[in-house]
């Protein structure tokens, strides 16, 4: 008898518990659903409606217009070129900040988080000023004669992965730099020890241990350039187009809210379906664990 009434006891102090750290998560749930559920259902609406009836017209529109098929393509592999490019320039700085000393490794991640102190447009308009025909580059290459005429640097597919990747960089540098600072030193001595070479000991130790930090930071800046819409339409005058630019004149110049809608909504499908395939490869809790 006292043990089934130790066991009920335990049960409800598990429930109570339980309890309290549902009222502790309501909040936050409220907030999520009131300003970003809410808002995504709306849109969810939105889309689904021609004038004053049900419709599916804008996703048969996405389906058949190339204009959409190509914005979608020129979005996915402007976002994979960032990734690869950050990448190969963040990992070197994420490896240098990870084996150097106390001081230059908190030295390296302050420059790296230098560009957040600024905001996106002025850094834009500073690439604009760094790559315009008469901006520093092409000045400084035609006074040394290295040029004969300004090179095309801005205002084209060049500059917009350029400002993209100065702006993604630190979401890359961080999450290798959380990974690569794991690695004990032991192990990397320990491949030199037996004969293993620079390289050998990168490929075989090195990388497969950072593999969680790389996908973290290419899983996170992959997704953020799908939405990136100030830099390609800065730095790209109009001929780089991506589906947030699509999304602003769909609303802007025709006046086509659904059809803006069935664009975004469409977007946030491929975000899911990314998450989702990571998540298989790589599952949350592996990065997670890795900090």
């Given at each position: 008898?006292?043990?089934?009434?130790?066991?009920?006891?335990i049960?409800?102090?598990?429930?109570?518990?339980?309890?309290?750290?549902?009222?502790?998560?309501?909040?936050?749930?409220?907030?999520?659903?009131?300003?970003?559920g809410?808002p995504?259902?709306?849109?969810?609406?939105?889309?689904?409606?021609?004038?004053?009836?049900?419709?599916?017209?804008?996703?048969?529109?996405?389906?058949?217009e190339?204009?959409?098929?190509?914005?979608?393509?020129?979005?996915?592999?402007?976002?994979?070129?960032?990734?690869?490019?950050?990448?190969?320039?963040?990992?070197?700085?994420?490896?240098?900040?990870?084996?150097?000393?106390?001081?230059?490794?908190?030295?390296?991640?302050?420059?790296?988080?230098?560009?957040?102190?600024?905001?996106?447009?002025?850094?834009?308009?500073?690439?604009?000023?760094?790559?315009?025909?008469?901006?520093?580059?092409?000045?400084?290459?035609?006074?040394?004669?290295?040029?004969?005429?300004?090179?095309?640097?801005?205002h084209?597919?060049?500059?917009v992965?350029?400002?993209?990747?100065?702006?993604?960089?630190?979401?890359?540098?961080?999450?290798?730099?959380?990974?690569?600072?794991?690695?004990?030193?032991?192990?990397?001595?320990?491949?030199?020890?037996?004969?293993?070479?620079?390289?050998?000991?990168?490929?075989?130790?090195?990388?497969?241990?950072?593999?969680?930090?790389?996908?973290?930071?290419?899983?996170?800046?992959?997704?953020?350039?799908?939405?990136?819409?100030?830099?390609?339409?800065?730095?790209?005058?109009?001929?780089?187009?991506?589906?947030?630019?699509?999304?602003?004149r769909?609303?802007?110049?025709?006046l086509?809210?659904?059809?803006?809608?069935?664009?975004?909504?469409?977007?946030?499908?491929?975000?899911?379906?990314?998450f989702?395939?990571?998540?298989?490869?790589?599952?949350?809790?592996?990065?997670?664990g890795?900090?």
């Amino acid at each position: 008898m006292t043990d089934l009434s130790n066991a009920a006891g335990i049960a409800r102090a598990e429930r109570a518990e339980q309890r309290g750290y549902l009222l502790l998560f309501l909040p936050a749930l409220l907030l999520v659903l009131v300003f970003l559920g809410a808002p995504l259902g709306l849109l969810f609406v939105q889309s689904l409606r021609e004038g004053d009836s049900f419709s599916l017209i804008h996703y048969a529109r996405i389906l058949d217009e190339p204009i959409y098929w190509r914005t979608y393509s020129e979005t996915l592999k402007i976002s994979l070129i960032v990734t690869v490019l950050s990448i190969l320039l963040g990992f070197p700085l994420a490896y240098a900040a990870a084996v150097a000393s106390r001081g230059w490794s908190t030295l390296i991640l302050a420059l790296v988080m230098l560009p957040f102190w600024t905001s996106v447009l002025v850094r834009t308009y500073a690439w604009l000023v760094v790559l315009q025909r008469r901006g520093i580059i092409n000045t400084t290459l035609l006074n040394l004669g290295v040029i004969d005429a300004p090179l095309s640097l801005s205002h084209n597919f060049t500059a917009v992965l350029i400002g993209m990747l100065h702006v993604m960089i630190p979401f890359m540098v961080f999450p290798l730099y959380a990974a690569l600072s794991k690695i004990p030193q032991e192990l990397t001595q320990a491949g030199h020890s037996l004969g293993g070479g620079a390289f050998y000991v990168f490929r075989r130790v090195v990388l497969p241990l950072s593999a969680p930090g790389m996908m973290a930071g290419s899983v996170l800046v992959f997704i953020l350039c799908l939405g990136f819409y100030l830099t390609p339409e800065l730095l790209g005058g109009g001929k780089t187009i991506m589906v947030s630019s699509l999304v602003q004149r769909n609303v802007e110049l025709y006046l086509q809210f659904g059809a803006a809608s069935a664009v975004a909504m469409v977007l946030l499908a491929l975000v899911c379906t990314i998450f989702w395939a990571v998540d298989r490869v790589l599952p949350v809790e592996k990065i997670v664990g890795m900090r």
